[in-house]
């Protein structure tokens, strides 16, 4: 029960400290307006290209839309302790590190899933998309699983903080490569095969695809592999920054480095 309120009570805690948003206003026009915007402006440049259908783009960007507060939340999640001079007594904590970093992601991973139900929601009206009633519950918990994945994705880079003074650049870069490399805007087979290769690896690729398996009317047995492997891409960032927290924490000790700016 300790871990489980921990990680629980932790990391809201650390979402209403560290995830920076001054106002309800600036919540909602960047967070969840923005990605409608963003959902329109492909959907009609795909109409005008003749890429893809709107299903295509509809479903490509509710997905996406769960990445931008995952992946700055969970890089917030580390980097902003820094910023604000508390990490230290994060480390001083006699309980893990490990599962007090993990369990933040929690928060960031619930409004990455709010965002992402808003803008398929306002999409499918907009556009006039149906999705299939008996698909919502594994649309749903696809779209759990991408915005988890982002989340760990965001704190494998949040991770870097404690080594590298600027992790904001590689934030901003890393969203935009999920835009270009995941296949959310741009179908993976018109994609070169080098970036087909490091989009697979990349969370929210294989999640964009079940998504579209189940919106399409195929069915929870056509979409399980994709789910699966979105889930394993998951779980392996979540090792990954388990194992970067690790390590980067002994080396800031070593160099003196906690609070450096």
């Known amino acids: 029960m300790a871990l489980f309120r921990l990680i629980g009570t932790g990391g809201v805690i650390a979402y209403r400290a560290l995830f920076n948003w001054t106002t309800p206003a600036m919540f909602i026009g960047s967070l969840l307006v923005g990605p409608i915007f963003q959902l329109l402006f492909f959907a009609y440049l795909g109409r005008q290209l003749g890429v893809a259908d709107d299903r295509f783009y509809i479903v490509g960007n509710a997905v996406l839309a769960a990445s931008l507060s995952c992946v700055f939340g969970g890089t917030m999640a580390v980097a902003n302790e820094r910023r604000f001079g508390t990490l230290g007594h994060v480390l001083l904590s006699p309980r893990s590190r490990t599962a007090v970093f993990l369990g933040r992601v929690l928060p960031y991973a619930g409004n990455g899933l709010l965002i992402a139900v808003s803008t398929l929601t306002v999409g499918a009206l907009l556009l006039g998309l149906r999705v299939p009633p008996e698909a919502l519950p594994a649309l749903l918990a696809t779209l759990a699983v991408a915005a988890l994945s982002c989340g760990f994705f965001g704190l494998t880079l949040g991770a870097l903080g404690l080594r590298f003074r600027d992790v904001w ?66 779980l392996g960032y979540a090792l990954l920054a388990a194992l970067l927290l690790r390590v980067f924490e002994a080396e800031s000790r070593r160099r003196a480095s906690l609070d450096t700016m």
């Open 169 to 234: 650049v590689v934030s901003n870069v890393s969203v935009a490569l999920l835009l270009l490399l995941t296949g959310v805007n741009v179908p993976a087979a018109e994609l070169p095969g080098w970036m087909r290769a490091v989009g697979e690896g990349m969370p929210i690729t294989h999640a964009a695809g079940a998504a579209r398996r189940l919106v399409a009317g195929e069915g929870f047995a056509a979409a399980a592999p994709a789910l699966a492997a979105e889930a394993a891409v998951g």
